[in-house]
């Protein structure tokens, strides 16, 4: 169930009507996502060097969102530790954006900054989140992310890594000196792709590198960590 705060905006009529359709074109590209998983599971685990140029134009119009739980969770999260600059590493058709967009604005304004490599997903994003009436805050960046987010200002309060899984620890290398103490970073298809993650897990969770961490339970796998300094 959705938070139930009447000054929640995932009440929003425009932000639930367009979540509930994006979420239902979303089921309907599961048989999309089993036709083309032969093409692309080798660069995820590893077997071959990625190439985000191919993968991207073959997902270019497959939708790849968080889970309504997940996007709830984001929501609940942002707002527990009044998330004024999120950050989200695979912006594609916005879905996640609308749910972290949601909680900026009921946290009384601020933004969420997205990377997204397609255009076409990136122009979508960004009229989907016109629909909701959310783009006021949101800056989604259209290109490489470790180019797109390298002038993110200070201080980012959370993150969501959600793209191309080898380039994880790299963004979050762009992004870790911005980051305010005890910001949220959380990162997702940790059970999905275990072999192509495990580097940014160990990362993550060695104790070593500013990070508490901890992998949950949760739809595909989300890494949720928090920044010590």
């Known amino acids: 169930m959705p938070p139930t705060d009447t000054k929640c905006s995932l009440l929003d009529p425009r932000v639930a009507r ?12 599961l048989l999309k996502i089993a036709l083309i998983a032969p093409l692309v599971v080798p660069d995820f685990l590893g077997f071959r060097k990625s190439d985000d140029d191919r993968l991207s134009r073959r ?5 790849l969102p968080v889970s309504r739980s997940q996007g709830q969770m984001l929501y609940l999260i942002a707002r527990s530790i009044d998330a004024r600059r999120i950050v989200e590493f ?5 879905i996640s954006t609308l749910y972290m967009a949601s909680a900026v604005k009921d946290n009384g304004g601020g933004v969420v900054v997205g990377s997204e490599l397609e255009p076409s997903k990136h122009a979508k994003a960004n009229e989907h989140l016109r629909e909701a009436g959310l783009d006021g805050f949101t800056d989604v960046r259209l ?13 980012v ?9 080898d380039s994880y620890l790299p963004v979050l290398e762009v992004l870790k000196p911005k980051l305010r103490p005890r910001a949220i970073v959380l990162a997702d298809n940790i059970f999905t792709f275990k072999k192509a993650l495990r580097p940014y897990v ?3 969770q060695s104790g070593a590198n500013g990070f508490v961490s901890s992998t949950l339970d ?7 960590s ?4």
């Open 218 to 224: 949760i739809s595909d796998g989300f890494e949720l």
């Open 18 to 29: 367009t979540l509930d359709r994006l979420h239902r074109r979303a089921r309907l590209d």
């Open 59 to 63: 997902m270019r119009s497959t939708y």
């Open 157 to 165: 309060d959370m993150v969501l890594l959600d793209g191309w899984k």
């Open 143 to 155: 290109g490489d992310a470790v180019k797109t987010l390298a002038d993110v200002e200070a201080p």
């Open 90 to 94: 695979g912006t594609s058709f916005g």
């Open 202 to 204: 160990d990362y993550m």
């Open 226 to 229: 928090v920044f010590t300094g």
